[in-house]
């Protein structure tokens, strides 16, 4: 595969920060191996220096306030950290006054409610709902770690909230292994459809292990994803720490080169490995 792209400057719109004393993640445990370990910004540095990372766009691994105020804590200090995608309940009877008190921040841009551990049809309770109308009446982003589950209920809340601008996550897990398309390519075709929305070219070294996974399989998805949302709504991310499970960084670099291909424009390669999440996101960098 294909080395490091040449661009004029990269942003790694997907990777997490966490500390174990913090306790609130939930999922993390001694069993997550290397993941059960503090990942914080002085273990990040040195491979956005070596790969030529400028910035970055840090998301949310706890469901609770505390970690958002925690990642916003970070990026007050953290030169290479342009934006946090944190968590607020979307339930909440308060949750537009908790939006408005971190809204005050100006890095944070986004929010991410974990649907991957929640029941598939959750997205579409009423008041849920409501408070992401709220959120897309303030043109403010919404990242959504889907399942192929989830898809479905994905396309009925954008029929829903049509202006919402949102971003799937890690092309919404497609079947790596099994090479079979339908029918999670045609729910991200009808994603795709609403201007608004974009798709993270990330977690795609996730099931590295599984019988079946290789660079090409990721390719036949990563380009429907690039077919039907196009080069300008599309944004790289490495999924750092969580990719270290399955390869190398300068592996998951390697692998985005060879989604990208040798075809694309330098305006293109910017496009997908910057300025799309910039816009997105809208960052100050």
């Known amino acids: 595969m294909p080395n490091k792209a040449l661009v004029t400057m990269k942003i790694d719109s997907h990777q997490h920060y966490w500390k174990i004393e913090r306790t609130d993640y939930g999922w993390l445990t001694p069993a997550s191996g290397k993941l059960y370990a503090d990942f914080m910004p002085e273990h990040l540095r040195p491979l956005l220096q070596q790969f030529d990372i400028q910035k970055t766009v840090v998301v949310q691994a706890a469901p609770t306030a505390a970690e958002t105020a925690f990642l916003l804590d970070i990026a007050d200090h953290e030169e290479s950290l342009a934006g946090v995608v944190g968590w607020l309940d979307l339930k909440a009877d308060d949750f537009r006054q908790q939006w408005e008190h971190f809204r005050r921040n100006p890095k944070f841009v986004g929010i991410r409610p974990m649907i991957q551990d929640l029941p598939s049809e959750w997205i579409l309770q009423d008041g849920v709902v409501e408070n992401i109308a709220f959120l897309a009446g303030q043109g403010f982003t919404i990242d959504f770690q889907s399942n192929p589950r989830h898809l479905p209920y994905l396309v009925q809340l954008l029929a829903r909230v049509p202006t919402l601008k949102a971003v799937v996550d890690h092309l919404a897990a497609p079947p790596y292994a ?17 201007p608004n929305v974009m798709c993270k070219l990330s977690g795609m070294v996730y099931g590295r292990n599984n019988p079946g996974w290789s660079p090409q399989a990721v390719k036949l998805y ?42 694309w424009t330098q305006d293109e390669r910017d496009d997908a490995y910057g300025r799309n999440a910039e816009r997105f996101y809208g960052l100050s960098v």
């Open 222 to 263: 990563a380009d429907h994803v690039i077919s039907v949302f196009g080069k300008r709504r599309v944004m790289f991310g490495t999924d750092w720490p969580v990719c270290t499970q399955f390869a190398t960084f300068e592996e998951v670099l390697d692998l985005m080169a060879y989604v990208v291909g040798p075809d």
């Open 178 to 194: 099994s090479r079979i398309l339908e029918p999670w390519a045609g729910y991200m075709t009808q994603l795709a459809a609403y």
